[in-house]
């Protein structure tokens, strides 16, 4: 069942979103969601630049703009796809510390935000695929260490406070990844399409899936 | 919900640590780039023309003139004299991921760059499959997920060392502690000494033993060396012995060929090669005058046994020992000052990483291509990061998975 009111592939002009101004603090919204052209906008990519290139240049300051730019979008990507704080915070660190050893070779015409969000969603896709196959494979488990007590996945102890962020653990990692970067980093399909390395019609079929089974956890959650 | 209703939600969702997780990486992220060296200056195409034309004259001269093998060890030190400057490992030039030991614990190392603190542990093996990894620390014996670190369980021991987890089911893993060797079960149950009087070298498991022991696997057995020198062949759950060899050498190491059929026991000058089936010494290799090994490992295929030493000079060694010959003969792959202290093989076989404490890098070599080095530098730094005080130089400890999951 789909979700009332949302459509995998929104063709309409994108929600006004509040734009953080000359913060760089973890409140701030994704560069992406101002508007495409507007001065805000532009002005961002601007202080990012300068941020990359003075980073390159060894300024630790700049270095703490990027991150504080930029931390908290990946982290919360990272735990809603693989929904295991510790991992998050893992795979976030990990990627940044990507960025740190190609910081010389990055090309501060290209927007640092998609590239590190990125590397983030394809780590945490990998991260929880090789989980779940961890559970599935008891059998392989076993085998390896006999007798002992399987470790119980956190999700299924973690309490959610959010029905939306609970019913998303339901999803496959792929389906949770396609809706994080739709709904939380405001990809589009074809965005989408380009940093999972997928056909834009696999994009597709999977927000519509996803969102599908969202609506349906949800209403069974109620 | 509206497309609206849902962005709010996935923004405001509660994430356990949010805070504490963000300051916690800032502290590595910020650590890490203290250690990051800014790049430099590229140079202007003139002189980028005259380098490329030196270093074309200067392989014109090796190729060209008699002066044979000290000329290619000259020019080896020439062409990787910035192998201190080289970019830190970024990647793994073959599928695997490495289990690394540093001063700060073992750290998992993925083929895409990104790597994992495990802990707070010293000595790290993996299991068969990668699915853990067994670290020990001053009185435990740890299985960890090396994905998260989770502790899967863990016993109490006096200093367990060398820890290897026997491959195919991956039901025992076998430590010293102090001058025993012990056997625990692969849930952390069952721990039992196995021998009491053990020389300081890890054990091997036969590559295709499977314990418990199957009809088809035969028994679960052991290769330990003892302070003779001698090397002992055991059933790990009846604790016989199944042969012993005469002393010896005392071995460093022990390892098993790819199809279980040799047993190497290499000692600090020489490579004793056992039948695995009775315990007959099949051949002596000794190492060239002079050379003192430090790490030496079979090929994941074939009888190719790799070697790495130091030298009376101050130089260090990589051979390439072919035990399939009736009569080997040591192929020297790669010389170079100071030390190379480990070396381990890509789990396909096609690349050796060789440790090189002096220049703090890592060297990959493709054992066919020797001339084909990838370099990776600055590896204290990367695997110590954010400490002030000299590392001790971080060793490779496995590439999951060879020799079944031995490293």
């Known amino acids: 069942m789909m979700v009332p009111g949302l459509r995998p592939v929104a063709a309409g002009p994108r929600e006004e979103i509040q734009l953080a101004g000359e913060t760089t603090e973890s409140v701030a919204v994704p560069l992406r969601l101002a508007r495409a052209g507007s001065p805000s906008r532009a002005l961002e990519r601007r202080r990012e630049r300068r941020w990359i290139k003075a980073a390159q240049s060894g300024s630790e300051e700049a270095l703490e703009h990027l991150y504080r730019r930029h931390w908290s979008w990946a982290h919360r990507a990272a735990y809603l796809v693989v929904h295991d704080a510790a991992a998050a915070e893992d795979i976030a660190q990990e990627a940044f510390l990507s960025a740190i050893r190609s910081l010389d070779r990055f090309d501060r015409s290209r927007p640092f935000g998609p590239w590190l969000n990125r590397i983030v969603v394809n780590r945490a896709i990998d991260w929880a695929r090789a989980r779940s196959l961890r559970h599935e494979t008891g059998a392989e488990f076993e085998a390896e260490a006999a007798g002992a007590e399987p470790a119980a996945p956190e999700v299924a102890s973690a309490v959610y406070s959010d029905e939306v962020v609970a019913s998303l653990r339901h999803l496959s990692p792929e389906h949770r990844a396609v809706v994080v970067l739709r709904y939380l980093l405001d990809y589009t399909p074809g965005e989408i399409a380009k940093a999972l390395d997928l056909p834009r019609g696999t994009v597709n079929s999977r927000l519509r899936r996803a969102l599908d089974r969202l609506g349906a956890e949800m209403e069974v959650g109620q | ?407």
């Open chain 2, 1 to 407: 919900m509206r497309a609206t209703e849902l962005r709010r939600r996935l923004r405001d969702a509660p994430i356990p640590e949010e805070h504490e997780a963000r300051e916690r990486g800032w502290r590595v992220v910020r650590a890490a780039y203290a250690e990051r060296r800014p790049s430099t200056a590229r140079a202007s195409a003139p002189r980028r023309l005259a380098i490329a034309l030196a270093g074309a004259a200067i392989v014109l001269a090796v190729v060209l003139t008699p002066a044979g093998a000290k000329v290619v060890d000259f020019v080896r030190d020439v062409v990787r004299p910035n192998a201190k400057e080289a970019k830190p490992l970024t990647s793994l030039p073959a599928p695997g991921s490495l289990l690394v030991e540093s001063q700060q614990g073992p750290w998992v190392f993925h083929r895409d760059g990104s790597q994992r603190l495990l802990g707070d542990y010293r000595q790290a093996t993996w299991s068969p499959n990668g699915v853990f990894v067994a670290a020990t620390s001053a009185h435990q014996l740890t299985a960890v997920e090396p994905d998260t670190g989770t502790v899967h369980w863990s016993i109490n021991g006096r200093h367990p060392t060398d820890p290897r987890w026997a491959p195919g089911n991956g039901y025992r893993v076998a430590y010293r502690s102090g001058s025993s060797m012990r056997v625990v079960a692969g849930d952390g149950t069952h721990d039992h000494l196995l021998d009491a009087n053990v020389a300081p070298a890890p054990p091997a498991w036969r590559p295709a033993t499977n314990c418990p022991p199957t009809s088809a696997s035969g028994p679960c057995v052991l290769a330990l060396a003892k302070p003779d020198g001698a090397v002992r062949m055991v059933d790990a759950d009846s604790g016989k012995v199944l042969w012993a060899s005469a002393a010896g050498p005392v071995p460093r190491l022990l390892d098993w060929s790819a199809h279980s059929s040799l047993v190497a026991a290499l000692s600090a000058a020489e490579l004793r090669v056992f039948s695995a089936a009775d315990g007959s010494l099949i051949q002596t290799v000794r190492l060239p005058a002079g050379m003192e090994a430090t790490d030496g490992a079979f090929a994941p295929a074939g009888k190719s046994f790799a070697v790495t030493g130091t030298t009376r000079h101050g130089r260090s060694k990589a051979l390439l020992i072919p035990l399939a010959a009736a009569r080997a003969q040591p192929r020297s792959l790669l010389t170079d000052p100071g030390a190379f202290t480990d070396v381990t093989w890509s789990p396909d076989g096609h690349w050796l990483l060789i440790a090189w404490r002096k220049a703090g890098a890592w060297l990959f070599l493709n054992p066919e291509h020797p001339g084909h080095i990838k370099t990776a530098g600055q590896i204290s730094r990367q695997f110590s990061p954010g400490t002030t005080a000299p590392a001790g130089f971080p060793r490779p400890a496995g590439w999951c998975c060879t020799q079944a999951g031995t490293g």
